[in-house]
């Protein structure tokens, strides 16, 4: 594993030339990450496959940024199994990186229960893949898968305020700060369609 330093890192990140990947559970991530960071919680049976997977044949240098050594340990670990190619390790949490002087982001957060009562202030953005609609969606919510949303922002309104869902909270964090850093009103629904299916709240079916 080649080690860059964080200024090292943080530059190829800015370039697009690195994934930086936050493995904190979402609500961590939520409450400030290292810019340009995307949230894909660590957990231990098969976590490299599913990072694999989601690379979709690409294989860039990888960044892990977690509160934890021992979880970063067996998330590098995860990763060369699935034959990732790991450069970047930073377990000494958020006040150490801002101490740092290196890049901070923070993400609004929206409980399922405040979105159902102000939906009519929010565009809601579903990132899941469409084979996950079939349990339902939010009335009126735009379907955007996570991997689309690059391409696609452009067709978005700076003007208005937008409500970011995935399964769980994990891929709309993620959206919701990138979208954040393009100069979006945006915000990550919290716990995503799992609580809100499991507050009965209402679903259309695409």
């Known amino acids: 594993m080649a080690i860059l330093t964080a200024e090292e890192f943080v530059s190829q990140v800015e370039r697009g030339m690195a994934l930086f990947l936050d493995i904190n559970p979402p609500q961590i991530y939520s409450k400030g990450h290292p810019a340009g960071t995307y949230n894909f919680p660590f957990h231990r049976r098969a976590w490299g496959e599913e990072v694999k997977r989601a690379l979709n044949g690409q294989n860039p240098p990888i960044g892990l940024y977690a509160d934890n050594p021992a979880v970063i340990q067996a998330a590098v670990e995860s990763l060369e199994q699935a034959g990732l190619n790991v450069v970047f390790t930073w377990d000494k949490g958020l006040q150490a990186w801002q101490d740092a002087k290196l890049p901070v982001e923070r993400v609004i957060d929206l409980t399922v229960d405040e979105l159902r009562q102000n939906l009519d202030k929010y565009v809601v953005i579903d990132v899941r893949e469409a084979y996950e609609l079939r349990t339902g969606k939010i009335p009126g919510a735009l379907h ?4 689309q949303i690059q391409n696609r922002i452009n067709e978005l309104d700076k003007d ?5 869902v995935c399964a769980s909270g994990g891929r709309s964090s993620s959206v919701a700060a990138w979208m954040s850093q393009q100069g979006y009103n945006v915000a990550n629904v ?17």
């Open 160 to 164: 208005k305020t937008y409500a970011i």
């Open 144 to 147: 955007i898968p996570m991997g």
């Open 190 to 206: 919290v716990g995503g369609m799992s609580l809100w299916l499991g507050g009965g709240h209402p679903v259309e079916r695409p």
